[in-house]
Each structure stands twice: as C-alpha cells, then as structure tokens.
C-alpha cells in the first residue's frame, strides 16, 4: 500500500461520495492486479511455448509440460474470472446505492 496516493487512505468524517469514489478506486486496483495476474500466466504459456524467452520458466521439453503449463494457465484464468465475478457484484451494489440515493 505504500504506493497508493494518500488521497486514497480512509479518513473519519467521509461522505457518502467520497466512500463511493474509495470503493470505485479499489474496484479499479483489484482490476489492475488482476491484468497483472493475467499477463504473466500469458507469459508463462508463450515461454512453455518458446514464444518469448523467460529465464525462469524454460520452454517445454514435452507434451506433459506443455500440458502443465495450460492447465496452470488455465486455473489462474478461473481465480480471475471468479474476482472478476466478485467486483461485478460489489460494482452492481455501488450502481443500485447511486440509483436509490440520486
């Protein structure tokens, strides 16, 4: 959290807004780590593939590995898809509150 402005830290005696605005914000960085997350499981499966070159992950040497690192691609894109589905849900909740309290 160290580089997070400090504009963003919680502070007694918000209003409403402002809370909102905090909520939308961490809906946002949870979605950036998550880019994050997707782009280095993509990185991952082009170096099992000798797409790109990676020093830590070596091009797989067999169909097992290859088969490895997709299902490894693959569980990481689950994990995803279920925060995406969680910040969905949170930002549903953010909409319904803005449309009951104009």
Do not use: C, T, W
Not at 41 to 61: C, H
Not at 74 to 101: A, G, R, T
């Amino acid at each position: 959290m160290d580089n997070l402005p400090i504009e963003l830290f919680p502070k007694e005696g918000l209003d409403p807004e402002q809370l909102l605005l905090l909520l939308l914000a961490s809906i946002a960085f949870k979605q950036f780590s998550l880019a994050h997350v997707m782009n280095a499981s993509a990185e991952e499966l082009q170096a099992a593939l000798g797409l790109i070159e990676n020093a830590e992950i070596g091009q797989a040497e067999s169909l097992d590995e290859l088969l490895e690192a997709n299902n490894r691609l693959e569980e990481s894109l689950q994990n995803v898809i279920k925060k995406e589905v969680l910040l969905l849900y949170k930002l549903d909740s953010i909409l319904k509150y803005l449309k009951e309290n104009p």
